[in-house]
């Protein structure tokens, strides 16, 4: 009879998380299955998902890891701590550390996440905003549609010298712009 076993807390069972919607890094019972933000009192799961079949929800939201199988296909906007996408996945994704995407794998959607690691391979069709800490709220996407990640077709012209993560285009007004041409 040891009436004192399960009152201490000892450290080891404390785990680091970051809030979903604030961002913020906290401290939680590493056992907990949930708990609510101290900082924006939302309420936070903390368990893995993992997924292996077809899925549609609204949204996957956990301060674990998502893990997206090769057979797993999910139509989900997905708010978690990490993603390992090894299967396909259509939907909206914020990672607030990494986002992982296999050789095979599928993702049509806008990404937010602290890092991005892409095999070669893989298909990928959206926005990508990468190495900034996701605000939450306030920034969805960007007015700009067309600044969609695939393969680059790169033509040299010798005009154009588009600055790389500015997509806006900007035409020249006074100079008098000479066509060059080559043959
Ligand atoms: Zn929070």
Do not use: W
């Amino acid at each position: 009879m040891q009436p004192n076993e399960y009152s201490v807390p000892v450290p080891s069972d404390r785990t680091a998380i970051l809030c979903l919607h604030c961002g913020k890094p906290q401290e939680v019972g590493r056992k907990a299955m949930s708990v609510t933000c101290k900082f924006c009192s939302k309420s936070l799961k903390l368990e893995d998902v993992k997924i292996s079949r077809y899925e549609a929800r609204r949204v996957i939201e956990t301060c674990g890891t998502v893990t997206i199988d090769k057979k797993g296909h999910v139509v989900s906007d997905v708010r978690c701590v990490n993603l390992q996408l090894r299967g396909k996945l259509k939907g909206d994704v914020v990672g607030l550390r990494k986002v992982e995407v296999a050789a095979d794998a599928e993702l049509k959607g806008d990404v937010t996440a602290g890092s991005l690691n892409i095999a070669p391979g893989a298909m990928l069709e959206g926005f990508y905003r990468i190495g900034q800490p996701s605000n939450g709220e306030g920034a969805h996407k960007p007015a700009e549609e067309s600044n969609k990640v695939e393969e680059a077709v790169r033509q040299e012209t010798p005009q154009q010298e588009e600055p790389k993560a500015a997509p806006v285009i900007k035409i020249p007004v006074r100079k008098s712009v000479v066509p060059i041409r080559r043959h």
